[in-house]
Every structure is written in structure tokens, then in C-alpha cells.
């Protein structure tokens, strides 16, 4: 069993930057972060494999990185800047424990999850 704990969401002003972290007790192939905005589908942002590997949606190239701690292996993070009112959601990390056979962006191709950190962009 993975744990998964979030942290760094709040509120900040449109062109300002968060850093999301996520604490995982055990990770394996893949991590992403994904949000869902209120009467929204939830939707990915970006994924990190093991080897380093990123994915990032569209809509947040250029302004959000993905990382881990190649030292610990346990800690991601997801560095948002240039921030914009469309990106306020409540923002998920989740883990592929092993190739599931879905895209980066597929949630069903995760196998745990964490309880999610609210983002807050004000324009």
C-alpha cells in the first residue's frame, strides 16, 4: 500500500507561483498530478516516470514542472508559475505502482492516490 500526502496549495494571485509536494511511502513506475476544478472532470497535468521521463498537459507547458528527489525517490513535486484563474482546482498526486497500460493522463491507469491540496488563482 502507497501513501500519498500533499502539501503547498493556497491562494495566490494570477502570475504568481505554488509549489505542490507530495510524500509518498513507496513509489515504482510513474507519478502524476492531477486537479479538477468545481463541475469539472478531473484531468491530468503531468506525470513523472521513474526514469525521469515528463508529460505535461497543454494547458500548463511552459509554466508548471514536475520533479522528484532522485536522493529520496518518495518526494514530488509540481512547480506552478505564471499562475491563471483557470488553474484554481483541487490538486491530486497519484502513483502507477507498475505499467498499467493507460496514458499518463488516465486515472484509472493509477493505483493510489492522495487526499488533495486546494489551489486558489485570483485575478
Known amino acids: 500500500q502507497v501513501q500519498l500526502v500533499e502539501s503547498g496549495g493556497g491562494s495566490v494571485q494570477a502570475g504568481g507561483s505554488l509549489r505542490l509536494s507530495c510524500a509518498a511511502s513507496?513509489?515504482?513506475?510513474?507519478m502524476g498530478w492531477f486537479r479538477q476544478a468545481p463541475g469539472k472532470e478531473r484531468e491530468g497535468v503531468a506525470a513523472?516516470?521513474?526514469?525521469?521521463?515528463?508529460?505535461y498537459a497543454d494547458s500548463v507547458k511552459g509554466r508548471f514542472t514536475i520533479s522528484k528527489d532522485n536522493a529520496k525517490n518518495t518526494l514530488f513535486f509540481l512547480q506552478m508559475n505564471s499562475l491563471k484563474p483557470e488553474d484554481t482546482a483541487m490538486y491530486y498526486c497519484?502513483?502507477?505502482?507498475?505499467?498499467?497500460?493507460?496514458?499518463?493522463?488516465?486515472?484509472?491507469?493509477?493505483?493510489?492516490w492522495g487526499q488533495g491540496t486546494q489551489v486558489t488563482v485570483s485575478s
Open positions: 513507496g513509489y515504482r513506475y510513474c
Open positions: 513523472i516516470l521513474s526514469a525521469g521521463t515528463t508529460s
Open positions: 497519484a502513483v502507477q505502482e507498475f505499467r498499467n497500460g493507460g496514458a499518463w493522463y488516465d486515472e484509472l491507469a493509477y493505483h493510489y
